[in-house]
């Protein structure tokens, strides 16, 4: 009897050491998820700002007379379409 009750109180040893022991590698993947997360956001919003400088270079080299002409001219109707949804938005 006493010898079924040592191999419970080991049993009981090794789940509560397992328990902590994935407790730890929980916090540990967390904090590393966290990590990863804000690379994640940095990299978009590098993403986001080299896409729109992309767009501006596309512009330029457009309306500098090096690119399509039908292209500059769609651009700023685009432009010119985004501002008057600007200055609607500021009368409302």
Known sequence: MENVIEEIRELSRRLIEDRDALREKLQTLSQERDSLKDTLDRKQARLAELEE????????????GTGEPAEAKQKINELVREID???????T
């Open 53 to 64: 400088e992309n767009q501006n270079l596309k512009i330029a080299k457009s309306l500098n």
């Open 85 to 91: 949804r600007c200055i609607a938005l500021l009368n």
